[in-house]
């Protein structure tokens, strides 16, 4: 079992990039994590949790860096100070932008994917947003897991990973949830993890094993998930960096 679920306070950013398994809650949603780096210590998973000044809008976002080190340390920094500016503004668009402007300039060994995700009370929408990541999966009530993807929106490019290209366009899409809909957020070590052979899990395989887990808790929908993991990769997962978020709404 992981430690009391902490509650995150109104204005507050929590996160980082080390190794973690926790739960956390807000007046939206409650979150349970797992974040564990391959070589120990700190890794290129960044995971950050904001709350509005009016306890209505919680955010969430996960990020890979391409580097580890100095690299995700201050993108992780980055990130922080762009959740703080921003986290009574619904555009999550806009702090992928502002990211990306930052990340351009520390060159190619700073590439990043993210997926920043805000669930609103005051009109029960989630929004989300990607930077070049693997689509959040989305499990309404009765339903199956689905990838939430965004339409194609004006020419141009749009929606690359962080550092890419200074023009990149970020859009941001809605969809309607209800208590008890849940959401899974996670980095390309869980979807890379090996099954065997040249294959890897895929986005398809992770929604098939939390399809297994039915109607489980946020944490056993995680516990779920890590153990299979470790069953498939080995029980140090030296693989990559693996981080997955499970949030369900109030």
Known sequence: MTAEMQRIRCAEVWGGNARSDFDVCTRGVTASLFSHTS???TGGDIYYFSLCSHDLLTRVLL?????????AAEIGQWIYQG??????SLDGATVLAELNTLVRERGFEALTSAVLVSHYAGDSHLYYSYAGHPPALLRKR????????????????ANLPLGVLATTRYDQA???VESGDRIVLYSDGVTECPSGGDEMLDTAGLAAWLAEAGEASPEEL???????LKEQA????????CTMIVLEMH
């Open 174 to 176: 809605r969809v309607p």
């Open 83 to 88: 959740l703080e500016k921003r986290m009574n």
């Open 39 to 41: 070589e120990g210590g």
């Open 222 to 228: 995680k516990r779920s998930v890590v153990k299979k």
């Open 142 to 157: 009765g339903e199956q897991w689905t990838p939430l993807t965004i339409a194609d929106g004006p020419a141009g490019p």
């Open 63 to 71: 990020a890979d860096v391409r580097g580890h080190g100095a690299e």
């Open 234 to 241: 080995g029980e140090d997962l030296l693989h990559d960096d």
